[in-house]
T-cell receptor, first 112, second 115 residues
């Protein structure tokens, strides 16, 4: 089955700096890669997603890149703000199975 | 309405109690999910319903019993739980099943404590 790894597990950045979170997946059939943000005590919410026919996608300060050959995908947050502090989960899913596999999460702290 | 609503928000139950968690969505989504989340861990899939039929049971103990009465409602019946079952239980829905790669919308969760 699919296995998603995520690094780093914790990340501290100064406000205004960039943050990068990296994930790898094992199943070459995976073709959809969502990123969820979960603030303390709140529900996970989708912040961006990418499909395997696209190499990069950007939404304001957030971008995601995908390297299908290497089975890597990454989240980039520019000009970080304190409200970006949260746990971020990468995930993968495939048309072959009926579930989304989550990575272990990255706890991001943005220091004002 | 882009909400998934879960009740109750908090639940404390004894190991001999029977209780139910409820989840409701009115987005016309055809797939619904139960996840269990422990502190500082990712959501862990328990059950998937697709078009009101159970499509995945991730080898969950029988003390957890899911039910999908209709396309908008999902229940999780709890009986004889153990203290290690204490966790945040998240319901989610998506327009179609995960095979079609659509966004999952999560409810706020039920914080369950088993005493």
């Amino acid at each position: 089955g699919e296995n998603v790894e995520q690094h780093p597990s914790t990340l501290s950045v100064q406000e205004g700096d960039s943050a990068v979170i990296k994930c790898t997946y094992s199943d070459s059939a995976s073709n959809y890669f969502p990123w969820y943000k979960q603030e303390l005590g709140k529900r996970p919410q989708l912040i961006i997603d990418i499909r395997s026919n696209v190499g990069e996608k950007k939404d304001q300060r957030i971008a995601v890149t995908l390297n299908k050959t290497a089975k890597h995908f990454s989240l980039h947050i520019t000009e970080t703000q304190p409200e970006d502090s949260a746990v971020y989960f990468c995930a993968a899913s495939s048309t072959s199975y009926d579930k989304v596999i989550f990575g272990p999460g990255t706890s991001l702290s943005v220091i004002p | 309405d882009t909400e998934v609503t879960q009740t109750p928000k908090h639940l404390v139950m004894g190991m001999t109690n029977k209780k139910s968690l409820k989840c409701e969505q009115h987005m016309g989504h055809r797939a619904m999910y139960w996840y269990k989340q422990k502190a500082k861990k990712p959501p862990e899939l328990m059950f998937v319903y697709s078009y009101e039929k159970l499509s995945i049971n991730e080898s969950v103990p029988s003390r957890f019993s899911p039910e999908c009465p209709n396309s908008s409602l999902l229940n999780l019946h709890l009986h004889a739980l153990q203290p290690e079952d204490s966790a945040l239980y998240l319901c989610a829905s998506s327009q179609e099943s995960a095979r079609v790669n659509t966004e999952a919308f999560f409810g706020q969760g039920t914080r369950l404590t088993v005493v």
